[in-house]
């Protein structure tokens, strides 16, 4: 493979990884709160400066090395603020390093078409994929343990040279820096793959004492601010009594949960099994070395005392190299045949995952796998092509003995699936696990200034977006306060309120669940906007919230907001009657001279309120204009014909008829003819009436929580229908001019 080819490869690869990793980084809500304890650390060196030892609810940090939270803190600088999708950067670029460093270690052994197929392979991995694109320190790690291994194949190479030496301990290190001792698998894999290929006696040729002297010098930054700092807590709670006993917390069997790697591998574990009976026939040293670095790494994570499916990823860049070379050199080897029977196992793999997918039993999936289980048809079928492409692109290269396009279909094929699970579960992820409504209506409810209360053990997920203090309560304290009448909030789990509940004063309610439905979850995170406008505009300001007929806890998160601040309204309709009666609802109770309305599902930006108050003095009406929608592609390009098909009948020059966010005097509100579906038709009923009517681009943000109410089938007919209707009352709209004339004088 000449230059060029061979980096064309591997910008190819590495786009294909980034692609498949990025995708989905930061755009699902925060849930695991170890993702949130670098994020709130990193939050706390911006705030504070303390690069060294920030603090975690107000205590100094001394768990982890600094090196993963303050890459989070150097990628949020350039914006100020430590975000989701910030705190993912690290980690991503982490994941499209271990992929690079497969496509070398590959490239330099057996040659550039291996390192593209095993860095193919590693970043078509489902395990890599489900972890890698997490703000999760693991990532990293797993990036220094592989270049540490480049390292140091470069140093067996090179004669155990100082030099590529050096390298693979400034690895090591930084591997340790990233989280601490889970880093030393690098280095205890390094002597035990040397000594198992090339003997133990080499083991003096790694030059120890070099080692050594690099690794202290390097980890200074670490454990010399921790000593210095906080020498006896460092020692005493950290390294003997957090690092000291995670080994010893379960039991001998609980080990072999890290046997889960053959179905966080698939499906390459598959070519594995046909890879081992051609290795004992064609023996290789530097597949060996692979294998036992490998193998030791995979041994070591057993050992952990709790097993979390993010320490496995350490693992995948090995059987990725091994399945490459199997997939690249077999064929020209004697392992035809167990690659033509591992094709055709990964083609019936591929058919019953697309037959369960199309079965129910797909959807009885819960928990934490839920969201990745496609929800839409259109999903499900595209998913379902792609695994019965992939089944026939695997049969027809076994057939015709074209291994290598074999893999490279398999590859893509589950490439692109993770592609679309990329792009579409984060959005269900939000839908059932999102903490932000929570913490938001717990900050709503808590006096300024004040600590958010949490019982018991509650995640650091709730500290990163309640952005203010939390404190602790124990049994006897939740329970005492639990006891008088309900005063602020206090964050639970579920099960401890149904536990507590019988000793609750009747108050006490559920304002906030996790998961809710309707536009429960999406009005505490509204409410905390709105109150930065209603700062701007007169204390006699209103907020008035109509009620459609909700079925989850939004009534009783407006009524806890009723008795914490009198401007909040709440207007009940007996029952769901849509978006019309809603609005016409509101409009006709509103008491002030200025009327400014605005769906709660939060697409709406409440902080372009005052840019359409700024045009009330020159104009009767302010409407928003999305200029750049945020919804599926069906549904922007259905509202671009309906209001282009509007604009013509009608001829209001109105560019976004049905946007919620307007801003209007009392005056306009009184000329307007309200009927079923009248909603979509405001801007063009204002100036029926003759108000001067601006229209002003708007921020549109995509949807958060649930699904809209409305879509191409349930409006399309009855707009045309209401379209024609007004174009009637425009056309039978009373002109006339009149004057009262005085009495004759004479």
Same mark, same amino acid.
């Given at each position: 493979?000449?230059?060029?080819?061979?980096?064309?490869?591997?910008?190819?690869?590495?786009?294909?990884?980034?692609?498949?990793?990025?995708?989905?980084?930061?755009?699902?809500?925060?849930?695991?709160?170890?993702?949130?304890?670098?994020?709130?650390?990193?939050?706390?060196?911006?705030?504070?400066? $303390?690069?060294?030892?920030?603090?975690?609810?107000?205590?100094?940090?001394?768990?982890?090395?600094?090196?993963?939270?303050?890459? &989070?803190?150097?990628?949020?600088?350039?914006?100020?603020? &430590?975000?989701?999708?910030?705190?993912?950067?690290?980690? +991503?670029?982490?994941? #499209?390093?271990?992929?690079?460093?497969?496509?070398?270690?590959?490239?330099?052994?057996?040659?550039?078409?291996?390192?593209?197929?095993?860095?193919?392979?590693?970043?078509?991995?489902?395990?890599?994929?489900?972890?890698?694109?997490?703000?999760?320190?693991?990532?990293?790690?797993?990036?220094?343990?592989?270049?540490?291994?480049?390292?140091?194949?470069?140093?067996?190479?090179?004669?155990?040279?100082?030099?590529?030496?050096?390298?693979?301990?400034?690895?090591?290190?930084?591997?340790?820096?990233?989280?601490? /001792?889970?880093?030393?698998?690098?280095?205890?894999?390094?002597?035990?793959?040397?000594?198992?290929?090339?003997?133990?006696?080499?083991?003096?040729?790694?030059?120890?004492?070099?080692?050594?002297?690099?690794?202290?010098?390097?980890?200074?930054?670490?454990?010399?601010?921790?000593?210095?700092?906080?020498?006896?807590?460092?020692?005493?709670?950290?390294?003997?009594?957090?690092?000291?006993?995670?080994?010893?917390?379960?039991?001998?069997?609980?080990?072999?949960?890290?046997?889960?790697?053959?179905?966080?591998?698939?499906? %390459?574990?598959?070519?594995?099994?046909?890879?081992?009976?051609?290795?004992?026939?064609?023996?290789?040293?530097?597949?060996?070395?692979? *294998?036992?670095?490998?193998?030791? =790494?995979?041994? @070591?994570?057993?050992?952990?005392?709790?097993?979390?499916?993010?320490?496995?990823?350490?693992?995948?860049?090995?059987?990725?190299?091994?399945?490459?070379?199997?997939?690249?050199?077999?064929?020209?080897?004697?392992?035809?045949?167990?690659?033509?029977?591992?094709?055709?196992? +990964?083609?019936?793999?591929?058919?019953?995952?697309?037959?369960?997918?199309?079965?129910?039993?797909?959807?009885?999936? !819960?928990?934490? !796998?839920?969201?990745?289980?496609?929800?839409?048809?259109?999903? #499900?079928?595209? =998913?379902?092509?792609?695994?019965?492409?992939?089944?026939?692109?695997?049969?027809?290269?076994?057939? $015709?003995?074209?291994?290598?396009?074999?893999?490279?279909?398999?590859?893509?094929?589950?490439?692109?699936?993770?592609? =679309?699970?990329?792009?579409?579960?984060?959005?269900?992820?939000?839908?059932?696990?999102?903490?932000?409504?929570?913490?938001?209506?717990?900050?709503?409810?808590?006096?300024?200034?004040?600590?958010?209360?949490?019982?018991?053990?509650?995640?650091?997920?709730?500290?990163?977006?309640?952005?203010? /203090?939390?404190?602790?309560?124990?049994?006897?304290?939740?329970?005492?306060?639990?006891?008088?009448?309900?005063? !602020?909030?206090?964050?639970?789990?579920?099960?401890?309120?149904?536990?507590?509940?019988?000793?609750?004063?009747?108050?006490?309610?559920?304002? *906030?669940?996790?998961?809710?439905?309707?536009?429960?979850?999406?009005? /505490?995170?509204?409410?905390?906007?709105?109150?930065?406008?209603?700062?701007? +505009?007169?204390?006699?300001?209103?907020?008035?919230?109509?009620?459609?007929?909700?079925?989850?806890?939004?009534?009783?998160?407006?009524?806890?907001?009723?008795?914490?601040?009198?401007?909040?309204?709440?207007?009940?309709?007996?029952?769901?009657?849509?978006?019309?009666?809603?609005?016409?609802?509101?409009?006709?109770?509103?008491?002030?001279? #200025?009327?400014?309305?605005?769906?709660?599902?939060?697409?709406?930006?409440?902080?372009?309120?005052?840019?359409?108050? *700024?045009? @009330?003095?020159?104009?009767?009406?302010?409407?928003? %204009?999305?200029?750049?929608?945020?919804?599926?592609?069906?549904?922007?390009?259905?509202?671009?014909?309906?209001?282009?098909?509007?604009?013509?009948?009608?001829?209001?020059? +109105?560019?976004?008829?049905?946007?919620?966010?307007?801003?209007?005097?009392?005056?306009?509100?009184?000329?307007?003819?309200?009927?079923?579906?009248?909603? $979509?038709?405001?801007?063009?009923?204002?100036?029926?009436?003759?108000?001067?009517?601006?229209?002003?681009?708007?921020?549109?943000?995509?949807?958060?929580?649930?699904?809209?109410?409305?879509?191409?089938?349930?409006?399309?007919?009855?707009?045309?229908?209401?379209?024609?209707?007004?174009?009637?009352?425009?056309?039978?709209?009373?002109?006339?001019?009149?004057?009262?004339?005085?009495?004759?004088?004479?």
């Amino acid at each position: 493979m000449s230059a060029l080819r061979s980096r064309l490869a591997l910008v190819a690869v590495l786009a294909f990884a980034a692609l498949v990793v990025g995708l989905p980084a930061g755009r699902a809500p925060l849930w695991d709160p170890n993702e949130a304890r670098y994020m709130l650390l990193a939050r706390d060196i911006l705030d504070s400066g $303390r690069w060294l030892i920030p603090d975690l609810r107000g205590v100094p940090y001394l768990n982890k090395p600094q090196l993963f939270f303050w890459s &989070v803190a150097v990628a949020s600088l350039p914006g100020g603020e &430590v975000t989701e999708w910030t705190a993912a950067l690290p980690a +991503v670029l982490s994941s #499209i390093a271990t992929v690079a460093a497969a496509f070398a270690i590959g490239a330099r052994i057996w040659g550039m078409g291996t390192g593209a197929m095993s860095a193919l392979v590693l970043a078509s991995t489902i395990g890599f994929f489900a972890i890698g694109h997490h703000g999760q320190s693991d990532v990293m790690v797993t990036a220094w343990t592989w270049w540490a291994f480049y390292g140091l194949v470069v140093a067996r190479r090179a004669g155990y040279t100082a030099l590529p030496l050096i390298a693979y301990y400034a690895c090591v290190a930084a591997a340790i820096m990233s989280k601490g /001792p889970m880093g030393l698998i690098a280095l205890v894999g390094g002597f035990v793959a040397i000594g198992a290929t090339d003997g133990w006696r080499t083991l003096i040729r790694l030059r120890p004492v070099l080692g050594l002297a690099v690794i202290a010098v390097l980890l200074a930054p670490w454990y010399g601010t921790y000593l210095v700092g906080h020498g006896s807590e460092f020692v005493g709670d950290t390294v003997v009594g957090h690092y000291g006993s995670w080994a010893f917390r379960r039991g001998a069997l609980a080990r072999l949960e890290s046997l889960w790697v053959f179905a966080y591998a698939l499906p %390459w574990t598959i070519f594995l099994v046909g890879a081992a009976t051609w290795w004992r026939r064609l023996p290789d040293a530097e597949r060996r070395l692979i *294998a036992a670095w490998t193998l030791t =790494i995979w041994l @070591l994570i057993g050992l952990s005392g709790i097993h979390r499916g993010r320490y496995l990823i350490p693992i995948y860049p090995g059987l990725a190299l091994l399945v490459g070379e199997f997939l690249t050199r077999a064929a020209a080897r004697g392992g035809g045949r167990a690659l033509r029977g591992a094709l055709f196992a +990964v083609a019936g793999l591929a058919v019953v995952v697309a037959a369960f997918a199309l079965s129910p039993a797909a959807r009885l999936i !819960g928990g934490e !796998g839920r969201p990745w289980v496609p929800d839409s048809r259109a999903e #499900i079928a595209l =998913i379902v092509v792609l695994l019965t492409a992939t089944a026939l692109g695997a049969v027809v290269a076994a057939r $015709r003995e074209a291994f290598v396009r074999g893999g490279l279909v398999v590859a893509l094929g589950v490439g692109a699936i993770l592609v =679309i699970e990329g792009a579409r579960y984060p959005a269900r992820f939000a839908r059932d696990f999102d903490v932000r409504p929570i913490a938001a209506a717990a900050s709503a409810l808590t006096p300024p200034g004040a600590a958010v209360r949490v019982y018991p053990d509650i995640w650091l997920t709730y500290d990163f977006y309640l952005r203010r /203090p939390v404190v602790e309560l124990d049994r006897t304290r939740v329970e005492q306060l639990l006891a008088g009448p309900a005063s !602020g909030a206090v964050i639970m789990s579920r099960k401890s309120w149904t536990g507590l509940q019988p000793l609750a004063h009747p108050s006490w309610r559920i304002v *906030a669940a996790l998961p809710v439905f309707n536009e429960a979850q999406s009005l /505490p995170v509204l409410w905390e906007e709105l109150q930065a406008v209603l700062k701007t +505009v007169e204390d006699s300001a209103e907020v008035i919230v109509v009620d459609d007929g909700s079925t989850d806890s939004s009534v009783e998160f407006v009524r806890l907001l009723q008795a914490t601040d009198t401007r909040v309204r709440l207007i009940r309709l007996a029952a769901n009657r849509g978006l019309s009666s809603a609005l016409a609802a509101g409009l006709r109770a509103v008491r002030g001279r #200025i009327v400014v309305t605005l769906d709660s599902d939060l697409q709406s930006d409440p902080g372009d309120i005052p840019l359409l108050l *700024a045009q @009330l003095d020159r104009w009767d009406a302010a409407c928003g %204009w999305r200029q750049a929608r945020r919804d599926p592609w069906l549904k922007r390009m259905s509202s671009r014909i309906a209001n282009t098909v509007r604009g013509a009948v009608l001829g209001d020059q +109105v560019r976004d008829s049905a946007c919620s966010l307007r801003a209007m005097h009392r005056r306009c509100v009184d000329s307007l003819q309200f009927f079923d579906g009248f909603h $979509r038709f405001v801007p063009a009923l204002l100036r029926q009436a003759g108000h001067r009517v601006i229209v002003v681009p708007v921020n549109h943000r995509p949807r958060r929580f649930g699904v809209s109410n409305y879509g191409v089938r349930n409006r399309a007919w009855r707009g045309v229908v209401d379209l024609f209707g007004v174009r009637w009352l425009q056309a039978r709209r009373l002109r006339y001019e009149a004057r009262e004339e005085p009495p004759d004088a004479s």
